[in-house]
């Protein structure tokens, strides 16, 4: 057998396609003609790798990644993100090839609220409106009336009659963060993303007492005595517009460390500092799943077209409504 035959084999095991890559091959040039070649598009998240940012197509959020994938006329989406990521894009695009580089790259939050135990928890609530974060799997937006992102949520709350009650899964941090702000009173279920739970209360506060010209700036996914101290409460690309247009030089940043690269980018000459997390071994907010992903998968996903992502008829047909509300939402208000 070839080494393609063996890694194609082995790929629902491992995830992505094993194949040793050349070291001293310019990934980047074999990338872009690779994007040339099959017509690709290279969308990635914020909390991507670096190098992976710098050679996507287009860089965003949640919400800004959907609306690509709605938009997009390439071929092939390349989902440089997780798997809920690239899942949405192919009920967006049901007719176009989605290949995600490692389909291992999962989210803990998604895998917080598996979708059997969901249906019983719904069937106590027969009256209430499902919303769900973007952040769960297509199966669960089978059972969602409208979804949401860190970007949208507020809207999305917003946009429900009062009379209505509301059921929020799967962030119970980004729930009551909701509650607050909408003074809706939602029924959450309770999961948490493991990166923005590992956050160290007392040592930002050693680090505010120490850089008091510090801005903390902190994602919604965040708990809430994280949040009660940030200065500034945003999505992912919120908290990057924050930091370009804030008079302010220094950022404590408490979500995925990825983002500081477009940071940095967009504001060289301002100071970005990663929230320091309770973990004494690791100084880094990286979440494991995001960064499954590397250059030489993305290459060898767009050499090979795989791993791609498939999904049953019923899931795009029964999901896809929820994520097309959120994007009428969203297209209503502007965002
Ligand atoms: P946003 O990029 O929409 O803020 O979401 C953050 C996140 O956790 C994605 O997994
Ligand atoms: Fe999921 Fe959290 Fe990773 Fe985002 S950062 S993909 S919510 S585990």
Request: proline letters at 5%; aromatic letters at 6%.
């Amino acid at each position: 057998m070839t080494e393609l035959a063996i890694a194609k084999k082995d790929l629902n095991k491992r995830g992505f396609l094993d194949i040793d890559v050349d070291p001293t091959m310019d990934l980047y040039e074999e990338i872009n003609k690779l994007k040339k070649e099959k017509n690709a598009i290279i969308l990635a998240h914020y909390y991507q790798e670096s190098e992976i940012q710098d050679i996507a197509d287009y860089i965003g959020d949640s919400l800004g990644l959907s609306q690509q994938a709605a938009a997009t006329d390439a071929e092939i989406i390349v989902f440089a993100g997780v798997h809920f990521m690239a899942e949405t894009a192919k009920m967006l695009s049901p007719e176009k090839k989605v290949l995600l580089p490692d389909l291992k790259a999962g989210c803990s939050l998604a895998d917080s609220c598996p979708p059997h135990l969901f249906r019983k928890f719904k069937e106590k609530y027969p009256d209430h409106v499902v919303v769900s974060y973007i952040n769960c799997t297509a199966e669960l937006k089978t059972l969602t009336d409208i979804c949401c992102t860190s970007s949208n949520a507020v809207h999305v709350i917003n946009s429900i009659p009062e009379d209505k009650g509301i059921i929020f899964a799967p962030d119970r941090n980004l729930g009551a963060y909701l509650i607050k702000k909408t003074g809706r009173d939602l029924v959450l279920w309770n999961g948490t993303c493991m990166v923005h739970e590992i956050f160290s209360n007392e040592k930002i506060t050693k680090l505010q007492m120490r850089r008091p010209d510090a801005r903390l700036i902190a994602h919604p996914e965040c708990e809430n005595h994280i949040l009660e101290k940030a200065d500034f409460i945003g999505s992912t690309s919120q908290l990057l517009r924050y930091t370009k247009e804030s008079e302010h030089d220094a950022f404590i940043v408490a979500t995925e460390s990825g983002i500081i690269h477009q940071m940095q980018k967009a504001s060289p000459e301002k100071e970005f500092i990663p929230a320091p997390p309770n973990n004494e071994t690791c100084a880094c907010n990286d979440c494991p799943h995001m960064k499954l992903n590397t250059l030489e998968k993305l290459y060898l996903c767009m050499k090979h077209e795989l791993p791609e992502i498939h999904l049953e008829d019923w899931v795009i047909e029964q999901g896809r409504a929820s994520i097309d509300r959120m994007l009428e939402i969203s297209r209503k208000a502007g965002l």
